[in-house]
Structures are given as C-alpha cells and as structure tokens.
C-alpha cells in the first residue's frame, strides 16, 4: 500500500469516527487534510484571510455533515475537497466584484472609452450625411452598397441572389462608391 493511499484509508476512518462525536478523530483529520483542503481554497480565493475563513465553514460542515459520508462513493479527501470547493465559489460569488473595492480615487484614473457628446453630435452627422448620398444613389447601387458594406455581403453572394454576373455587381458597386465618394466631398 503506497503512503498516499494509506493516508486516504486514514482520512475515511478518521471521518467514519468523527461521524460518531469523536473530537480526537475531528482533530485527527484537520490536521491531515487541513493544508490540501486550504489549498483549494487558496486556488480560488485570493484572500488568505477568505480561504482560512472558508476552510472553518469547511470543518463545521464536516461536523455536522460527517454521517452523511459515504465511502464507497469516494474518498474523504475527494468528499471534503468537493464542499470546500464549492464553499469558496460561494465565497467568491458573495464578495463584490473588484472594481467595487477599488478606493474611489482610482476612478478618476480611469479612462473613459465612451465617445464624448461632441463626438457623438459629429457622428450623427456624419451618418445623416451618409444616408442622402446613398439616397441619391439609383436603387440598384443603393441596395448593392448597403448590403454588401453594411450586411457584409460579398460580392459572389451579391451576384447569387440578384441573379446578375459577378462582374457586373463588382462595376455597379465600385460606381456607387464613386458617386457617394463625389457626394461626400462635396
């Protein structure tokens, strides 16, 4: 028998007595499985002081939990690392998000991606600028235009569902872009 399978075989005995009240068999297994089990936690938290606060909630669980343990579906160590594991998910998902822990200073070095309102009263107009050049566009170049630029058809695709050949649809567009180049400069 190797030493780590021992110390499994150890571990499910030690719970087996712990399910009884033994406190010995408590103290036993904390001491066995306490740096793995705080280990996990660790993995999952960054916060020592969080994952030693996790691994006491996992102990008391153990506590109460002990008779519920069943080793011919797994190890103790297996049973204990799976509600250590998920005592700190619940831990993480409980803690505010980290910019909400962030000092209130920091928020002023924060940059701000979003376009200022000049910039978006610019954009408008350039889009509402953009919109009457395409109008005065026939409708054929118009809808080509649109649809491959805006859509992000190609050209074959283009040529597939009007019927028309490629090389037409390449003309049509490419003269299009030409009168709303025209327009824009304007």
């Known amino acids: 028998m190797t030493e780590r399978s021992g110390a ?20 036993s297994l904390y001491q066995t499985t306490s740096a793995t089990l705080l280990g996990i936690c660790m993995r999952l ?13 996992v102990y008391v669980a153990a506590w109460g939990k002990a008779a519920q343990f069943d080793a011919s579906r797994a190890s103790a160590l297996t049973w204990l690392g799976t509600i250590a594991r998920h005592r700190a998910i619940d831990r993480l998902r ?4 980290a910019a909400n822990r962030a ?3 920091a928020i002023e070095a924060t ?19 953009l919109d009457d050049c395409l109008d005065q566009l026939e409708p054929r170049r118009q809808t080509l235009i649109r649809t491959a630029f805006f859509d992000g058809a190609t050209y074959e695709e283009l040529a597939g569902r ?23 400069e304007q």
């Open 162 to 184: 009007s019927g028309s050949p490629l090389g037409s649809i390449k003309s049509w567009i490419r003269r299009g872009l030409a009168q709303l180049k025209a327009c824009l």
């Open 45 to 57: 938290l960054a916060d020592r002081a969080e994952a030693e606060d996790v691994l006491q909630e």
């Open 8 to 27: 499994v075989e150890n571990a499910d005995r030690m719970l087996a007595r712990v399910a009884l009240g033994d406190r010995q068999a408590f103290e």
């Open 111 to 129: 940059p701000d991606d979003a376009p200022s309102p000049a910039a978006r009263a610019e954009a408008a107009g350039e889009h509402a600028r």
């Open 103 to 105: 000092p209130i200073e």
């Open 94 to 97: 409980a803690l505010p998000a």
